[in-house]
T-cell receptor
Framework: GQNIDQPTEMTATEGAIVQINCTYQ??????LFWYQQHAGEAPTFLSY????GLEEKGRFSSFLSRSKGYSYLLLKELQMKDSASYLC????????????FGQGTELSVKP | DTGVSQDPRHKITKRGQNVTFRCDPI?????LYWYRQTLGQGPEFLTY????????KSRLLSDRFSAERPKGSFSTLEIQRTEQGDSAMYLC????????????FGPGTRLLVL
């Protein structure tokens, strides 16, 4: 089976740094995705990790530890427009292309 | 703009009616996925196609739901005899099928069953 857990909501201040955690339990590992979803809009791709370590893309970075079944998304220099839901997702091993999503973390950025 | 389009964007229907949604994937993508999302939850997988072949259907997809992709391009998702519990956002995504490819999502169709 597959289970993905992430906090329901977080609040942070404009200009600050926030870390959104995700833990997963899978019968095999095939990489981990992060998506951003603004209210009423489609999820948009942020990152994909398949190897351990940190991958940086501008203000956003994503970290993976396969041995711990753990990932996080790091958002730096927060802006008001970063207020959104952040979805952690994993494709089950050898089960085609579908993604299993966590419930999403609703991030509110306050001035 | 990811290039995946869905129509309609919103649909209000009465319980018991049939509804059909359309998804047009990114043109070179041969995989197409349908997901359902309710408020405060992540998307839940419903079904996916590789070209015109439907390769997997979730147990969430009751016999009232059917999806097609007749020519391997656009897809339709039909819900027969809608129920209030079908109210949700229906998301379509597409990807290439070379290994672990990123899925790109459309804007979704928001269904409200009264």
């Amino acid at each position: 089976g597959q289970n993905i857990d992430q906090p329901t909501e977080m609040t942070a201040t404009e200009g600050a740094i926030v870390q959104i955690n995700c833990t997963y339990q899978t019968s095999g590992f095939n990489g981990l995705f992060w998506y951003q979803q603004h209210a009423g809009e489609a999820p948009t791709f942020l990152s994909y990790n398949v190897l351990d370590g940190l991958e940086e893309k501008g203000r956003f970075s994503s970290f993976l530890s396969r041995s711990k079944g753990y990932s996080y998304l790091l958002l730096k220099e927060l802006q008001m427009k970063d207020s959104a839901s952040y979805l952690c997702a994993a494709p089950p091993y050898n089960q085609g292309g579908k993604l299993i999503f966590g419930q999403g973390t609703e991030l509110s950025v306050k001035p | 703009d990811t290039g995946v389009s869905q129509d309609p964007r919103h649909k209000i229907t009465k319980r018991g009616q049939n509804v059909t949604f359309r998804c047009d994937p990114i043109s070179e993508h041969n995989r197409l996925y349908w997901y359902r999302q309710t408020l405060g939850q992540g998307p839940e997988f419903l079904t996916y196609f590789q070209n015109e072949a439907q390769l997997e259907k979730s147990r969430l997809l009751s016999d009232r739901f059917s999806a097609e992709r007749p020519k391997g391009s656009f897809s339709t998702l039909e819900i027969q005899r809608t129920e209030q519990g079908d109210s949700a956002m229906y998301l379509c995504a597409s990807s290439l099928d070379r290994g672990r490819e990123t899925q790109y999502f459309g804007p979704g169709t928001r269904l409200l069953v009264l």
